[in-house]
């Protein structure tokens, strides 16, 4: 429980309150474990030694394992030293705004070009597709038939479009085989045809695992294996794939498959699987494991109750905002709310959540790309490894409920170098969860209130039920209740007619 004097504090807190985090990034310490698994008996390490020690400490790039590949600080160092690299994909970089490799890159890069199985950890935005793209390309080097040689799994179809066009602008001048695994492919045969190449295949676990089970897939071929968004894609419950994705592993020869496991934040025992199950892999990580990206200016804004956040909101957005904004609430309910309040404030607004239409979905966020669309408003149905480049802000409307959640939620600004702004609304309810949030603030290496920075939290098993028990959080809408249940009630007039005539069509 919070003590008597913090909770009075933070009551005396008028309603939109702001708690600036000053940014503050700690300086690299000397003591950072780089390969810390493998000692070496010489009392003084040779210059090479020296150096790419030198390159990780600067990079704040951690790893752990056996004869680990030296770091590559430009992409004509990795050519040099990995003459496998195609220069048809090096010279597709510089079209595309990249001049020099990110420090998940300087170390993945060579790794996997040495066919390394990996588990890597770094903050959102920091080029991890690209990551495992060069390399797969680059030891496939031609399209061919047969099966599949490249497997890139993801926890969203969204997510996984977004590796498919990085796969087809980086590799396009060679004309690979790739392939993104939608609802149509899985149901036709389109893939089993085995007069077609096949080089690369993308694709979410559901859909991959019905067509392995009815045998309408062969990975009896792959060389790769990639998980993006790894600790999402190994969550247990309705919102993860765990059994899904470890039934899909059994069909792959972990002997002689590069396996690579990629994502913001490590969790749901990713780490342990790797362990039991890959042979002398590298773990990879870049700056704080579990921190958020330090090119994020944070801010928390205390705003009372429920009822004071759709005024404290429009507020900020009538005072002046840096469009594109994405504003994260806890249910796809509440962003159809905000969205029906937000779009008199600005006509530029627009939801996405998992009810509308696959292509309804893809349509908005295509404006969002483009500018058409200034607010998006969502779920975490977007908060996972999706690349919105230019995303200038973003708003946490409802307090996310785990430190994980908030570290992707916020990772859509502050992407490949840019600077980005991320402000989280909290309200007295939030207060038992509050902490596990500061806790991301404090290894980010922000400056927080003495008061903030001693709020004391709850016990970790009580929070751990609560982050399963989300605050129940009152209507968005500042409609009055009689209007609210009016129009409640032709909704579910309009509904029950659709179902009469759907019965009457199916009964004819």
């Not at 940014?23 to 040779?46: L, Q």
């Not at 602008?169 to 089993?192: C, E, M, Q, Y």
Request: glycine share 4%.
């Amino acid at each position: 429980m919070v003590s008597d004097s913090h909770s009075n504090m933070l009551n005396m807190l008028c309603v939109g309150t702001t708690i600036r985090v000053n940014k503050k990034r700690p300086a690299p310490t000397s003591d950072i474990p780089i390969n810390d698994s493998k000692k070496v008996k010489e009392s003084a390490p040779d210059e090479n030694e020296k150096t790419d020690k030198s390159v990780r400490k600067k990079h704040r790039i951690v790893v752990k394992g056996f004869d680990v590949t030296k770091p590559c600080e430009s992409f004509q160092q990795m050519k040099e030293l990995h003459p496998k690299i195609l220069n048809s994909l090096l010279k597709k970089l510089p079209d595309n705004n990249i001049d020099a490799p990110t420090p998940i890159q300087m170390q993945c890069i060579p790794l996997l070009m040495d066919k390394r199985s990996i588990l890597s950890c770094a903050p959102t935005g920091s080029g991890k597709t690209l990551t495992f793209v060069i390399p797969i390309l680059s030891h496939l080097k031609k399209s061919q038939k047969g099966g599949f040689r490249a497997l890139i799994l993801s926890p969203t179809r969204e997510l996984a479009q977004q590796i498919y066009r990085e796969f087809k602008i980086i590799g396009g001048s060679r004309k690979f085989s790739v392939h993104f695994l939608s609802k149509d492919k899985a149901k036709s045969d389109v893939l089993t045809n085995e007069d077609g190449n096949k080089d690369v295949l993308i694709a979410t676990p559901s859909y991959l695992l019905s067509m392995l089970e009815n045998k309408k897939l062969d990975l009896s071929n792959l060389e790769f294996c990639m998980l993006d968004e790894a600790d999402r894609l190994f969550e247990d419950g309705k919102k993860g794939f765990r059994e899904e994705v470890f039934k899909i592993l059994e069909y792959v020869d972990l002997i002689k498959v590069t396996v690579g496991l990629f994502s913001a934040t490590l969790a749901n025992g990713v780490d342990n699987w790797c362990f039991q199950h890959l042979d002398n892999f590298i773990q990879v990580f870049i700056g704080q494991v579990n921190g958020a990206n330090s090119d994020i200016k944070q801010s928390l804004k205390f705003v009372g109750t429920e009822e004071s956040k759709i005024y404290t909101l429009k507020s900020l957005l009538q005072q002046g905002f840096k469009p594109p904004t994405l504003i994260f609430t806890q249910t796809k309910e509440r962003a159809k709310q905000l969205h029906q309040e937000l779009k008199l404030v600005n006509s530029k607004t627009e939801c996405i959540h998992s009810d509308l239409a696959q292509h309804k979905r893809e349509e908005v966020i295509q404006q969002f790309r483009e500018g058409k669309v200034w607010i998006l408003i969502c779920t975490d149905l977007l908060s996972r490894g999706l690349d919105f480049k230019h995303v200038n802000c973003v708003i946490n409307f409802d307090l996310p409920q785990t430190k994980v959640d908030y570290i992707h939620r916020i990772g859509r600004t502050g992407r490949a170098g840019r600077s980005g702004e991320a402000i989280t609304f909290f309200t007295e309810e939030d207060k038992k969860i509050l902490p596990n949030i500061i806790n991301v603030l404090k290894n980010s290496g922000c400056e927080l209130p003495p008061w903030l920075k001693n709020l004391k939290g709850i016990a970790r098993r009580d929070l751990k039920k609560a982050c399963k028990k989300p605050v129940v959080r009152n209507s968005i809408s500042t409609l009055p209740k009689y209007d609210q249940e009016k129009a409640a009630k032709r909704k579910q007039m309009i509904k029950a007619s659709k179902e009469k005539k759907m019965k009457a069509s199916k009964s004819s």
